[in-house]
T-cell receptor, first 110, second 113 residues
Framework: EDQVTQSPEALRLQEGESSSLNCSYTVSGLRGLFWYRQDPGKGPEFLFT???AGEEKEKERLKATLTKKESFLHITAPKPEDSATYLCAVRGYGNNRLAFGKGNQVVVIP | SQTIHQWPATLVQPVGSPLSLECTVE??????LYWYRQAAGRGLQLLFYSVGIGQISSEVPQNLSASRPQDRQFILSSKKLLLSDSGFYLC????????????FGDGTRLSIL
């Protein structure tokens, strides 16, 4: 069974204080790893897909990286509007389903 | 561009009452469609998914059912709601091709009294 563990569960950052979120996974053949951002009371918003170890994707202050066992979401010089819960999900071979982690709740303080 | 609509945004229902939540997708054809439930501290739980009209796969045996009467319409139903059915229900779609990301609606907050 595909599994995802995200750490830390919650993180408080000062504005401008860079940090990283971790997503550790076990999957029988990775077909894709997905990062989402979720604001309170809203559905998750798609950010990135990573397919193979060594791949990196960037969007504004966010950068996602992937190894064979984990992915990191780096937040560089965060702003208060980056406050959200970040979800990680994986899809394994032979699977049409995503396995989601419980999320990293990030609060950026002005 | 593609959009996904879910309604209602919030719903308060008594125990034992029926349920119908609707989700529609615009701007694409033959999408894969998904229903999830999100409980606090438990992550997203896949309830149902569909790869075509009338084709429904159930992930978790429960008090709920799903139907896909049209290509871009997905409905989540129950004949009699239980207290444990309370939660945040999310509909999602993806392109029906290799390894595409899922895109979510804004969800329905369901409270059972």
């Amino acid at each position: 069974e595909d599994q995802v563990t995200q750490s830390p569960e919650a993180l408080r950052l000062q504005e401008g204080e860079s940090s990283s979120l971790n997503c550790s996974y076990t999957v029988s053949g990775l077909r894709g790893l997905f990062w989402y951002r979720q604001d309170p009371g809203k559905g998750p918003e798609f950010l990135f897909t990573l397919y193979s170890a060594g791949e990196e994707k960037e969007k504004e202050r966010l950068k996602a990286t992937l190894t064979k066992k984990e992915s990191f979401l780096h937040i560089t010089a965060p702003k208060p509007e980056d406050s959200a819960t970040y979800l990680c999900a994986v899809r394994g071979y032979g699977n049409n389903r995503l396995a989601f982690g419980k999320g990293n709740q990030v609060v950026v303080i002005p | 561009s593609q959009t996904i609509h879910q309604w209602p945004a919030t719903l308060v229902q008594p125990v034992g009452s029926p349920l119908s939540l609707e989700c529609t997708v615009e701007g694409t054809s033959n999408p894969n469609l998904y229903w999830y439930r999100q409980a606090a501290g438990r992550g997203l739980q896949l309830l149902f998914y569909s790869v075509g009209i009338g084709q429904i796969s159930s992930e978790v045996p429960q008090n709920l059912s799903a139907s896909r009467p049209q290509d871009r319409q997905f409905i989540l139903s129950s004949k009699k709601l239980l207290l444990s059915d309370s939660g945040f229900y999310l509909c999602a779609w993806s392109e029906n091709s290799y390894n595409q990301p899922q895109h979510f609606g804004d969800g329905t907050r369901l409270s059972i009294l």
